[in-house]
């Protein structure tokens, strides 16, 4: 699966609908302090389930919310799609028949919070299924943030074995057997 879009909308200070396309293999985002960067990246990693707002830089998880500026009003809710290549059918289960792939987390102020797969409204555990194994998760290494080299290196290796088994391809078959086990 290769991403293709993110489409943001009143996700932090993407308060305007805001298409971001990925044509190529390396994309390098650039611009000033404070000019949303990092915002993408919480975009990335809320989308994928994450559920902790101090993981994504805020108190509360309305905090991903536009929360507006001097000159604009809040906004009531927070979408984040991405859209993913499927061409080679490399997406698990069901979802392997789809040529494109959109996965998709909207909230509102009143704390509803929905994820989409292609429109269906799934679970959050639809999402992260869909993603487990692939090292593509709102914690896995997909995503090497400022630190996560350092705590690589430094991991006590039962936590050091969780992103080799990540990257192995075993988390999906773990977790497969504790639901079956009903741990
Ligand atoms: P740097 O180069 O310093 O790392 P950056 O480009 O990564 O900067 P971000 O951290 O992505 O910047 O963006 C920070 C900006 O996002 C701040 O101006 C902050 O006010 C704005 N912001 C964050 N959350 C919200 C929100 N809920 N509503 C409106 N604006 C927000
Ligand atoms: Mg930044």
Do not use: H
Not at 31 to 60: F, H, Q, T, Y
Not at 146 to 158: D, F, H, L, N, Y
């Amino acid at each position: 699966m290769r991403l293709t879009k993110l489409k943001l909308a009143g996700f932090k200070s993407f308060v305007d609908p805001t298409n971001v396309e990925l044509p190529g293999q390396l994309i390098g985002v650039v611009g000033p302090n404070g000019c949303g960067k990092s915002n993408i990246i919480d975009a990335v990693r809320w989308v994928l389930g994450e559920s902790r707002a101090a993981e994504l830089r805020g108190e509360s998880m309305q905090d991903v919310i536009f929360n507006g500026t001097t000159t604009r009003k809040p906004v009531s809710r927070a979408s984040v799609e991405m859209v993913f290549d499927n061409s080679l059918g490399r997406a698990v289960g069901q979802w392997s028949q789809y040529a494109e792939l959109s996965v998709k987390r909207v909230l509102t102020r009143n704390g509803q919070s929905d994820y989409f797969i292609n429109n269906l409204k799934v679970r959050r555990k639809d999402v992260t299924d869909l993603f487990m194994g692939t090292g593509l998760g709102p914690r896995a290494y997909a995503i090497i943030g400022q630190g996560t080299v350092s705590r690589i290196i430094e991991a006590k290796p039962e936590e050091l074995r969780v992103f080799l088994e990540e990257a192995a391809g075993v988390t999906r078959y773990k977790e497969r057997r504790k639901e079956t086990e009903g741990r």
